[in-house]
């Protein structure tokens, strides 16, 4: 009797597999973008303006080569100047310099510096995916360099992490 059930749960066994394989889709894309290339072919990019009160001449520059280069490498979207199925636009908001942390002879020895970015996403084909948002990022320096030894590569860095929160607000569902 026990053996007529082992032989049972032996033959029972294959058929519940072969449910649970065909019952199931796994999906992963390495760029974490969930896009349906069925409804959304193109993307279009307004030129993030820099509307900070400090200024630093290459930054915005910097911003929207990074966004396009993001967009066009990670997505099969197509860019167009505008109309496009998702639609991103935005600003830099904030770029500044503070005092992080005060030596014992009384001078500055850390100073953090903050770039904010507002990002506006239009979804045309999906209305609840829309969104205006404030995307920041700091990196600390020691302050006894100067900004204009560390800038480029605090600012590249701050960026790149800013762009990509952008995208995954934007495009990654998860």
Partial sequence: MALNKIKKMFLLLPAVALLLFVGCKVSYKFTGASIDYSIVKTISLETFQNRAAYQWGPMAAMLNEKLSDVFIQQTKLTQVNRGGDLQLSGE???????????????????????????????????????????????????????????????VTQMINEIVEAIFNAALANW
């Fill in 92 to 154: 830099i908001t904030a770029y500044d310099q503070v005092n992080k942390s005060i030596s014992s002879d009384g001078y500055s020895a850390m100073v953090q510096l903050k770039m904010s970015v507002n990002a506006r996403f239009v979804n045309t084909k999906d209305s609840k995916s829309n969104f205006e948002r404030t995307f920041s990022a700091t990196r600390d320096f020691d302050a006894s360099q100067q900004l204009e030894s560390v800038q480029e590569e605090l």
